[in-house]
Structures are given as C-alpha cells and as structure tokens.
C-alpha cells in the first residue's frame, strides 16, 4: 500500500505518492479476513470489508490502521503511540495532529464552521416555533467566526430572529447564569460550543423547559472514521497532515437534539444538512 500526503488547507490541497508502506501484523491463518483496523473510543465503524477490534491504545495499537476517537485520546499520547508503531497507521478523529510531525498520524478536523451554521438553523426554527418575539442566543467563550456562522443559520430560516451573545469564560457556573441572562432578555434557545460550558448552559435551559444546543449535536465522527478506513483499506492515507470533513462528506449533519425540538423543526434542520452537503460539494 502507499501512503498519500495531502496538504491540507481549508479542506482540500494538492497530493502525492510517497513510498511508505501500510504494514499489517502477522496473523494466524484463522483470523478473519479483512483489512483490520482499531478502533479506541465511542466510534462506530461499519465498513465493507473491513474487521474493527475495539480496546485501549496500548491493546490495538499494532493494527494496520489504528483510529482514535479525540475524547478517548488527545494529540500527544497518539503520536507517542504512532512513533513506537511506525508499521501502523494511526488516524485521532475529532483533532488536528500536524503540528506532531509524526509522518504515520493523521489529524482528522471535523468541520465546525458547517456544525455551527446548522445549529443556527436549529436555533432559528426552534424561535419561530416559540413566537415572534423569540430570541436566540450564543454562550460562553468569545468564538467570533463560529458565532457568525451561527448567526448567518439562522437568519437563512428566520430573517427576523435577534441574536444574542454572552460572552464569558468557559466556567460552569459563569456560562449557566450567562445563559440565564439570555433567557431574562427574551431568548428561546441557547447554543454553546462544547464540553462543561454546554452542560452548564443545557442545565440552565431545561431548569426553564427550553432546548440547548451545542456544536456535537451536529458533528458525525464515525462518519469520518469511515472514510479514514475505507481509504485505507484501498491503500490511501493522509499521513503526517490534517485531513478536513464537513458536510459535503458527511460528517456534519443532524447526531442527536435537544427533546425539546419539535418533531417538524429536526426534519426541516435534516433537509437542511441535505442542502448544505449538496452545496458544499459543489464548491458553494
């Protein structure tokens, strides 16, 4: 197998063979026939063709390709793992890894810019439903790109809708009254990027019976690991660079809403992650 370098800028870049073969390990005549790939984390894989053995880093780290979902592993432990397994292939799914230089670890980014745009759409629709006079609002840490993504989704559903930003450090408790402020100024639905910040915001919101969103809610990593192993298992990977998935992949779309959604509205928001992965792979 060779391995394909891609330099990846913004999702796309130029490429080249260099000679650097996919090793797999020896196995006994019984085992299973496939390319065989390890997978660490919350991954799904399913994959014609190719066999997942689940476990820890240490345990899986001699497959041919090894994938790691980022929240099970960060950067710095997978590159230690790649660089004491040079025969192996070793993909952290959810994280860039360039800046490791290690030439058998590949960054896959999912795309929040797509993730944040249809949280947006989300947020809109979910306002509308709530009344005229509804708002929306963004919370925590000041994330000014994201925040126009979000802003220009939901605008594209509901022109009218005001938007709101409550910027504050990403502390629990700081981000929870910041989304109670936003529901004191009239906000239907809060939207936060991640992690503890989201948790705190999402508690604040189902105190007062109103949806939460965050960016997971529209990032599809197994999607990702998919394309990473079906790839690879055609002799393809992007070693030693950072390889970007959005919504013309697959990767961004509708994972899981706040209950709080209405039924109608998750539809509309599903038809809209169709029309922005036919966009997007239009070059729009």
Known sequence: MWLLAVLAAGGCGTARHVSAPVAAKPRAA????????????????DVEGVVAHRGSLD????????LVDAGAAG????????????????????????????????????????????????????????GAAARVAWVGPEERPLAADFTRGVHAVAPGVAI??????????????????????GAAVVM????LCAEAAADAAHDQNLPALELDDFLLPSVAAAGVARDAARGVFHGGQDVIYGASAGAVGVR??????????TARVRDMAQQLAGARSQGG
């Open 30 to 45: 019984s085992a299973q026939p496939g390319f065989h790939v390890g997978v660490v984390g919350p991954l799904t894989l």
């Open 75 to 130: 950067p710095g432990a997978v590159a230690e793992a790649a660089l004491a397994h040079p025969d192996s292939q070793f993909a952290i799914i959810g994280a860039g890894a360039r800046d490791q230089h290690v030439p058998n670890l590949a960054g896959v980014v999912l795309r929040d810019s797509d993730a944040a745009y249809l949280a947006g759409v989300t947020a809109g629709l979910a306002a509308t439903d709530a």
């Open 164 to 185: 709101l930003r409550e910027w504050t450090r990403a502390i629990p408790a700081r981000c929870k009254e910041a989304a109670l402020t936003a529901f004191d100024r």
């Open 256 to 265: 899981t809403l706040d209950p709080r959604i209405s039924v109608a509205t």
């Open 192 to 195: 936060a990027h991640g992690g």
């Open 59 to 66: 345990q899986v780290a001699g497959e041919p390709l090894v």
